[in-house]
């Protein structure tokens, strides 16, 4: 073609919907079914630059493609990181890859956590339950990051068992030595290994009996989520106070193959971030 | 203005085709439906509507979008290389026209641009062919679109035996230049135009659907219609079969898939339909489990999320293709209908 050709031109950008490789630089067994995988840029360095509770398309050729909240903060920068639960094909596959081994990714995508704006000079609570931490962890990391923007973190945090709660090192060595931080654990079951609190997590948000000045950050299974917003309002909470994030099938990420709507709303583009209000007014279709 | 008798369209196409790629409608198997043409195939003008729209042009059912090939260095991905030259559409009808506008909103005019659409886009001619014969089932005048006045690079009218042509774009005047030896000049044809035209647009006025109020659609209407008990009914029968998605213009869900070529994986994306079930399935839940919440869904898209999204503008634009294929003759004039105010006497 001549040199006219308008696809040579800087009008016709990379598609969004073409990935870039990924290398899996360090896996982690976090719990029986969930990985983290960092990921880089072939040549080394980070692949994506996101905000807090940002998903990316991790796709693995001919295998599929799907999305994944991007666990690492925006304040590390030498990689991304991504906790992955076994629980179909994809995830199964990726599963089994090992530490240099190649994915896709594209991203990031969504809307993220207000810690530019609404969180700052807030007294800040965590609520996650099992893998719904991977989203809330970037956050978390972010706000420890920048210290002095945030008031006191408290973090609730709750799995099945012992073995099933993500990041628990983490948690341990760096959450709960963290200034003015306070981290509640609690499993589901009885563990003899575990000498902390048992219960469910919303149980345990109103036996703790948090002070309605903070604002909550909920992330999880619908169902725990649900009884937590329960448990807030009964505390006191409004809804302008509570964000959380929705989870949906999705394809494209940016809004347009049509899948990941509620009302007028695409979660991959709108979301996955809502703040408990917004999620009102939407129709009850999630 | 320019002419060209109807016997030598085959002379036209045959330069038009040698010189860049050519859509038009082809006839095969009784079935009208867009293809590239080339001189074993026969364009069909006067079939009113082809079955499939002419999106597939614009974003076809099935379009790969890149390779990846895996050796032992590891992967290597090759983006599909987008449409680089120009083609031309020709006969298209207005409302498949308009629906191209409403696709744009999705795929242009919010970001980001989706490249392969855009491509086609920037690269098509449009040669439009008015309707002399709208069906009973047209209802684009409720959209805003005359049937008489293609809005396209070109507007094309078919009077007895020959076609007029008239340019509204540079793109339009360009091709009609590119190919002039093709046309007879038609300076004066103006009257004759205008005649037809009203002759078009009263039959439209005639037609059934052509007075379907939209009142109590569009724009803030999510709650109310959402949660009107009239889905229930209409959803009924419902086959899930996808086909008002397939046939129609307007409609852009798709999915991205994968396909072992046997030397690399194709990713490539493909038509899907938000009538089928497991459109929206996830491991835990699946937030559509009824037939009447994805119907809903498809309805509400067109006739209420869209438009409060896209300034008022409908996801429809009266094709009547839905009306024309629903097996169980379940359509959006039905909804339109049962949900709307001040239908109760269309
Ligand atoms: C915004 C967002 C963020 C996410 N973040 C994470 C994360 O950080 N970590 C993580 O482990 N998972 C996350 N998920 C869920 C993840 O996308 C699914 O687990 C994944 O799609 C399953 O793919 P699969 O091929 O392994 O399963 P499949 O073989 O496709 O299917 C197994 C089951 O999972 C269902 N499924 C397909 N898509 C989804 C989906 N989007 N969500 C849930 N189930 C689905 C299938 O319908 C099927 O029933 C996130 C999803 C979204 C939408
Ligand atoms: S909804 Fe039906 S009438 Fe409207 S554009 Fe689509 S196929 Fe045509
Ligand atoms: S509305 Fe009609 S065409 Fe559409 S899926 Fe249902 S039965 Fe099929
Ligand atoms: S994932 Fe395609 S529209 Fe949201």
Known sequence: MSEECLCHNDKYVRDALIPQIGIIQKITQETPDVRSFQVIKPGGGKLIDQMPGQCAMICAPGIGEAMFSITSSPTVKEYNEFSIKECGELTTYLHGLHEGDQILVRGPYGNHFPVEDKFKGKNLLFIAGGIGLAPLRSVINYCLAHREDYGTINILYGSRSKKDLVKLEEIQNVWEKAPNTNVYLTIDREDPEWNGHVGFVPTYLKEVGFDTDLTAIICGPPIMIKFCLQGLTELGFSKEQVYTTLELRMKCGIGKCGRCNIGTKYVCKDGPVFRCDQIDELPQEY | ?346
Request: with cysteine.
């Open chain 2, 1 to 346: 203005m320019k002419k060209i008798a109807k016997e030598n369209l085959p002379k036209l196409f045959a330069e038009v085709s040698a010189a860049m790629d050519l859509f038009t409608p082809v006839k095969m198997a009784d079935v009208t439906n867009w293809g590239l043409w080339d001189d074993s195939r026969v364009a069909d003008l006067d079939t009113l509507k082809t079955v499939k729209s002419p999106k597939d042009v614009f974003f076809p059912q099935c379009q790969t979008l890149y390779m990846v090939h895996h050796d032992d260095n590891g992967f290597e991905i090759s983006p599909m290389k987008l449409t680089e030259k120009p083609f031309c559409v020709f006969g298209i009808r207005p409302c498949d026209v308009k629906a191209l506008t409403v696709m744009d909103q999705v795929f242009l005019n919010q970001e980001p641009v989706d490249t392969f659409y855009k491509a086609r886009r920037e690269h098509a001619v449009l040669v439009s062919l008015a309707c002399h014969k709208p069906a009973q089932t047209c209802f684009c005048k409720v959209f805003g679109t005359d049937a008489a006045a293609p809005d396209a690079d070109v507007a094309m009218w078919k009077i007895d035996e020959f076609f007029y042509l008239e340019a509204q774009t540079e793109k339009g005047t360009a091709w009609l230049d590119q190919f002039a030896d093709a046309f007879e000049d038609a300076e004066g044809a103006g009257d004759k135009i205008a005649k037809e035209q009203d002759s078009i647009r009263s039959i439209v006025e005639s037609l059934p659907y052509t007075h379907l109020s939209l009142e109590g659609w569009g724009p803030g209407k999510v709650e109310e219609k959402f949660n009107d008990p009239h889905w229930k009914e209409l959803s009924d029968a419902c086959l899930a079969c996808g086909t008002c998605t397939f046939v129609c213009p307007t409609c852009q869900c798709y999915d991205i898939k994968d396909f072992n070529t046997g030397h690399g994986i194709q990713r490539y994306r493909c038509w899907d339909s938000c009538m089928y079930s497991d459109f929206t399935l996830m491991a835990a839940a699946n937030n559509r489990l009824t037939q009447m919440q994805r119907y809903r869904q498809r309805f509400m898209h067109k006739l209420v999320y869209f438009p409060e999204n896209n300034n008022g503008l409908y996801m429809c634009v009266g094709c009547g293709r839905c009306v024309d294929k629903c097996p169980q003759a379940l359509n959006i004039v039905k909804v339109i209908k049962t949900m709307g105010k001040e239908n109760a006497d269309v």
